[in-house]
Each structure stands twice: as C-alpha cells, then as structure tokens.
C-alpha cells in the first residue's frame, strides 16, 4: 500500500513536470517565432485541425491540413523541407503528432505553438507590428 503511494505520488511529479516543461518549451518558441515574424522572416503557419474547426475559426494566411491527412498531402502542399512551418491545433495535442510527422518526413524548421489562440496572437503582433 505504502509502495503504490509512492508510485503514485511519483507519477503525478512526472506528469506535472512534463507539462511545466511543454508550457516553457512553448513560451519560448512563441518568442523566437515572433521576434522571426518581426524581422521579416517567412513562416509557413499549419493548422492541423479538420476543416470544420478550420472554417469556423481560422489565422489569416493559415494553411489548413487535417493531422490525419499531413503524411499523405504536405510534401505537394510544402515540397521545400526547409520551410519554416509552424504547427498549431486547438489544444495542442494534434500539433504535438502533426510536428512528430513532419520531422519524420524530413522537414527541418518545425515549430509546434500548440493552440490556434497562440497563432492568432502571434499572426496579431505580426500584423501590429
């Protein structure tokens, strides 16, 4: 009983670890993204959502591939893999897989951003700016 407490109590440290660590990964990548935006930089945003979250809510400029569809359909829709892309979902779970994929098919520059809500704020101070 005492033993499983402890597997227990070290199982949530891990997983709360996990996520302090995705939000820091994230906030970090949100600065690079937008000091590269404000330089000049071109960057691909990917919204992997389906297309009917897609058409209810979208980044400007935004090119909308479903996660399920990313293997089968990015290399004609990006063929340069040097591309600058940055991935985003709704809550960041489909991002996660979406960027897996696309450095498994060889793409350099990925960035995964999470949530459209974080694109949207980034396409925002780009546009501010």
């Known amino acids: 009983d005492q033993m499983s407490n402890k597997f ?26 937008s000091a590269n935006l404000k330089q000049g930089e071109q960057i691909t945003f990917l919204d992997v959502r389906t297309k009917k979250e897609f058409e209810g809510f ?6 909308n591939v479903p996660v399920s569809d990313i293997q089968n359909k990015i290399q004609k829709i990006i063929p340069n ?27 350099k520059n990925v960035t ?4 459209v809500h974080n694109a949207a704020k980034l396409k925002e101070k780009r546009e501010s700016a």
Not at 86 to 91: A, G, I, K, L
Not at 93 to 103: M, V
Request: charged share 15%.
């Open 8 to 33: 227990l109590f070290l199982s949530i440290v891990v997983v709360l670890a996990y996520i302090i660590y995705n939000k820091v990964k994230k906030s970090f990548a949100m600065k690079n993204i």
């Open 58 to 63: 979208s980044v400007t400029n935004s090119i």
């Open 81 to 107: 893999k040097e591309t600058n892309i940055t991935v985003y979902c709704q809550s960041g779970a489909r991002s996660l897989i979406a960027h897996r994929i696309l450095k498994n098919c060889g793409y």
């Open 112 to 115: 995964n951003i999470g949530t």
